[in-house]
């Protein structure tokens, strides 16, 4: 199972560039809306975010604590910013428990 998901890190693109890390908007509320930086980290299991692309580490989450994720304006609050966010470029992530 190792093995396969290290071939899967070297060859996904999608993987990679989540390894390379990127910046996205961070959407909680209509007036809170931040740029924050994600990374992949090299297990594959956890994403590290800061504020910066080279700042100090923030509380990482790891893929297995993900539930869903819906592509585009599948959320309310998302719905509400449609004119400000690009359907394409939006998605939501639904975490286990609260």
């Known amino acids: 199972m190792a093995s396969l998901l290290q071939d899967q890190l070297t060859t996904d693109q999608d993987l990679l560039l989540m390894q390379e890390g990127m910046p996205m908007r961070k959407v909680r509320s209509k007036s809170w809306k ?9 297990d594959g299991m956890t994403v590290w975010h800061a504020r910066q692309a080279r700042g100090s580490a923030k509380p990482s989450f790891s ?20 004119e400000e966010l690009p359907l394409e470029q939006g998605f939501t992530i639904v975490f286990h428990g609260r």
Do not use: M
């Open 34 to 42: 931040k740029l924050r930086y994600f990374r992949l980290q090299n």
């Open 63 to 82: 893929i297995s604590d993900v539930e869903t994720i819906r592509n585009g304006h599948d959320s309310e609050l998302l719905r509400s910013l449609a």
